[in-house]
């Protein structure tokens, strides 16, 4: 081989191993955006139990209302982050293109916080019925 047929291939060898490295990120960028999504559900999770806590422990508090108010206003912020999470887990998952990972779909990280927040809303709607 002649020098520029060296320099070819090494720049082709060079090139193709960009081209992987650069999947790999993808891929490496994939499953953190899941780890986040994962992450922020937790953080949800925490506000709503944190929610029923208050009104488990305060119950007694008078004005009855005030207990289950703020119960309740940690259960909404618990929902607006199920809400907020997909909609910037789905949007990120839109933009990347999977190589070897195999992501979570735009529907499955719906549908775990269409979950959280349909009980988190019954959990919300309890704490005002019950006694």
Do not use: C, Y
Request: hydrophobic share 55%; no cysteine.
């Amino acid at each position: 081989m002649s020098e520029p047929e060296d320099r070819e291939a090494l720049a082709e060898t060079r090139t193709a191993w960009a081209e992987k490295r650069t999947d790999w990120a993808e891929d490496r960028t994939i499953m953190a955006n899941e780890r986040t999504f994962a992450g922020w559900m937790r953080t949800g999770l925490a506000a709503v139990g944190i929610g029923l806590g208050f009104n488990a422990l305060f119950g007694k508090l008078e004005p009855a209302w005030l207990p289950r108010g703020l119960a309740s206003a940690f259960v909404m912020v618990g929902v607006a982050v199920f809400f907020a999470a997909q909609a910037k887990a789905v949007a990120v998952a839109r933009r990347l293109e999977d190589h070897k990972a195999e992501p979570m779909r735009g529907l499955a990280l719906r549908l775990v916080a269409a979950a959280l927040i349909a009980a988190s809303t019954g959990l919300g709607a309890a704490i005002w019925l019950l006694p």
